[in-house]
């Protein structure tokens, strides 16, 4: 029996590269929605905990970008919009990564349960396990509602905050919760659209390969008529003042208009940009108005007392 | 064959040699590790100062 001794080639990987290993933009949007969930909520959080908490919630995002670039490393080198990432373009061994992510992916949880509490830190685990066990491993590479089931770990984010900040759960950050799972399916077909071609290449199922680009924009169709409703019902439950009832309202307009125009779009992808590009500003919209009316309310609610 | 040639006689260097952009890439990395449990540190600190005698307190 012989043994075989490889040596890898040192690593070439710079910070930046680890930085891109951890889906920063993906990040943001994690640290954006669930800040504003922690804010909402109506608990006291010291100012550093509450750091603390937005830190563990990034951190652990990041190691569930890391833990699905390695695993999905395969099917990234064959898409055009991911052959450049670090394990692809062979600047990080997939070993590596695998390391990285498992590393913060415990660092995060077990930070946030000591420091902040144990029910924020279960959410966390739960949303790093769902994204990288549920989605990644088990759905993605099998059936065209990967993104539906998989959508789960995005909208987990708001929840984890408010958790942090209350110890526990309630039906406003349930509502935040389904604002983004019903968001995530128009917002990745409508990407999946002008990107089929790469998408088949890679082999994943997407609607768009699988059902095509017609059931694919009805289903676009449908989800854009659900969420509108979901946007304004923080409101309508008088949980947000008329402010945010305003800009939800006018934003799912928006996302209507933009989902019955690309349902009517025959060729081309100008309509499936478009909605895709203005499903992230919704987004955005949504909870940069739900921090904005609580914020107002409070302030007036100070000068009022 | 006397101590002093073997003391003196340079044996092959098999070692691996990084290049001038692996050593970059490598001292970047250490940087960063550094940083990063430098914050850790300080993160700590901050927060046992903060909670207190609660840092004691675990709700596990």
């Given at each position: 029996?012989?043994?075989?001794?490889?040596?890898?080639?040192?690593?070439?990987?710079?910070?930046?590269?680890?930085?891109?290993?951890?889906?920063?933009?993906?990040?943001?949007?994690?640290?954006?929605?669930?800040?504003?969930?922690?804010?909402?909520?109506?608990?006291?959080?010291?100012?550093?905990?509450?750091?603390?908490?937005?830190?563990?919630?990034?951190?652990?995002?990041?190691?569930?970008?890391?833990?699905?670039?390695?695993y999905d490393a395969d099917i990234?080198?064959?898409?055009?919009?991911?052959?450049?990432?670090?394990?692809?373009?062979?600047?990080?061994?997939?070993?590596?990564?695998?390391?990285?992510?498992?590393?913060?992916?415990?660092?995060?949880?077990?930070?946030?349960?000591?420091?902040?509490?144990?029910?924020?830190?279960?959410?966390?685990?739960?949303?790093?396990?769902?994204?990288?066990?549920?989605?990644?491993?088990?759905?993605?590479?099998?059936?065209?509602?990967?993104?539906?089931?998989?959508?789960?770990?995005?909208?987990?984010?708001?929840?984890?905050?408010?958790?942090?900040?209350?110890?526990?759960?309630?039906?406003?950050?349930?509502?935040?919760?389904?604002?983004?799972?019903?968001?995530?399916?128009?917002?990745?077909?409508?990407?999946?659209?002008?990107?089929?071609?790469?998408?088949?290449?890679?082999?994943?199922?997407?609607?768009?390969?699988?059902?095509?680009?017609?059931?694919?924009?009805?289903?676009?169709?449908?989800?854009?008529?659900?969420?509108?409703?979901?946007?304004?019902?923080?409101?309508?439950?008088?949980?947000?003042?008329?402010?945010?009832?305003?800009?939800?309202?006018?934003?799912?307009?928006?996302?209507?208009?933009?989902?019955?125009?690309?349902?009517?779009?025959?060729?081309?992808?100008?309509a499936s940009k478009q909605l895709?590009?203005?499903?992230?500003?919704?987004?955005?919209?949504?909870?940069?108005?739900?921090?904005?009316?609580?914020?107002?309310?409070?302030?007036?609610?100070?000068?009022?007392? | 064959?006397?101590?002093?040639?073997?003391?003196?006689?340079?044996?092959?260097?098999?070692?691996?040699?990084?290049?001038?952009?692996?050593?970059?890439?490598?001292?970047?990395?250490?940087?960063?590790?550094?940083?990063?449990?430098?914050?850790?540190?300080?993160?700590?600190?901050?927060?046992?100062?903060?909670?207190g005698p609660a840092v004691l307190?675990?709700?596990?």
């Amino acid at each position: 029996m012989s043994v075989t001794i490889s040596h890898a080639e040192p690593s070439i990987a710079g910070v930046g590269d680890y930085i891109e290993l951890m889906k920063p933009r993906v990040m943001s949007l994690v640290v954006f929605t669930a800040l504003v969930g922690m804010l909402v909520a109506p608990g006291r959080l010291h100012p550093v905990i509450g750091f603390v908490a937005l830190l563990c919630i990034a951190v652990g995002a990041g190691a569930a970008g890391a833990l699905n670039m390695w695993y999905d490393a395969d099917i990234d080198g064959r898409m055009a919009r991911t052959a450049a990432r670090p394990i692809p373009a062979g600047r990080i061994a997939p070993g590596e990564a695998l390391a990285f992510g498992l590393t913060l992916a415990a660092f995060s949880v077990v930070l946030l349960g000591l420091i902040v509490n144990i029910v924020a830190a279960a959410l966390l685990a739960t949303t790093i396990a769902f994204y990288v066990l549920v989605y990644t491993m088990w759905l993605k590479r099998r059936t065209p509602q990967n993104i539906v089931i998989g959508g789960a770990a995005g909208a987990l984010p708001p929840m984890i905050g408010w958790a942090a900040a209350t110890g526990g759960i309630s039906i406003e950050p349930v509502l935040l919760f389904l604002i983004i799972f019903f968001w995530t399916p128009p917002h990745f077909w409508a990407l999946s659209l002008y990107r089929a071609d790469d998408y088949a290449r890679a082999g994943v199922p997407m609607l768009s390969v699988v059902a095509g680009p017609a059931a694919t924009r009805l289903q676009i169709l449908g989800y854009a008529l659900i969420l509108p409703p979901l946007g304004i019902l923080p409101w309508l439950l008088g949980y947000t003042g008329a402010v945010y009832g305003a800009v939800a309202a006018a934003a799912g307009a928006a996302f209507l208009l933009l989902a019955l125009r690309l349902h009517g779009e025959q060729r081309g992808f100008v309509a499936s940009k478009q909605l895709f590009a203005f499903s992230i500003l919704y987004l955005f919209l949504v909870f940069a108005a739900l921090l904005a009316d609580h914020m107002s309310s409070a302030l007036f609610g100070h000068f009022a007392a | 064959m006397t101590v002093s040639t073997l003391m003196t006689e340079e044996k092959p260097d098999r070692g691996i040699k990084l290049t001038e952009r692996q050593t970059r890439a490598r001292r970047a990395r250490s940087i960063a590790i550094a940083v990063a449990l430098g914050v850790l540190v300080v993160l700590f600190y901050i927060v046992t100062l903060v909670k207190g005698p609660a840092v004691l307190v675990r709700p596990l």
